[in-house]
């Protein structure tokens, strides 16, 4: 089995999440992906005006574009540290939109990193020895 992990933006509470997690299951025989968001203006007026349900981001992080960026920049931080496959949500429908997303982890994340899986986009990246990253259901 696999944990999956929805979006939020405390990384400090997810770290501590995630310790106990590897404290009380460390010869773990699972999976723990981990949703993200690349934000964008308008994914953060959305959000202001209809927040998901369970789903709970701080008012710091909604202040402005450069605070949810870093944000979801701490997010992926946590995720690296506990080996955590980040799962991208982002739209991807265009070649731009796509960019954007690479562009954004790029800056956060090492570029080869055969954990990354874009929700949406056509081809998932090879991982190390050639062997494609599982696709995500739809």
């Known amino acids: 089995d696999d944990v999956w992990l929805q979006f939020g933006s405390d990384a400090k509470r997810l770290g501590e999440e995630l310790a ?7 010869g773990r025989q699972f999976e723990i992906h981990g949703s993200l968001f690349v934000p964008s203006a308008q994914w953060l ?12 981001v701080s008012t710091e992080f ?26 991208v949500e982002s739209p991807t429908r265009t070649a731009a939109d ?25 081809k998932p990246r090879k991982a190390a020895g ?9």
Do not use: M
């Not at 106990?20 to 460390?26: I, N, Y």
């Not at 050639?130 to 995500?136: L, V, Y």
């Open 45 to 56: 007026a959305r959000f202001r005006f209809r927040p998901w349900n369970g789903v709970v």
């Open 130 to 138: 050639g062997i494609d990253p599982p696709r995500p259901s739809r």
């Open 62 to 87: 909604l202040a402005s574009l450069p605070a949810a960026e870093a944000g979801c920049r701490a997010l992926l931080a946590v995720y690296r540290e506990f080996d955590v496959r980040p799962l």
């Open 98 to 122: 796509l960019s954007r997303v690479e562009q954004f982890l790029g800056e956060a994340q090492e570029e080869d990193d055969p954990r990354l899986v874009v929700v949406g986009e056509k």
């Open 20 to 26: 106990w997690l590897r404290d009380t299951h460390g």
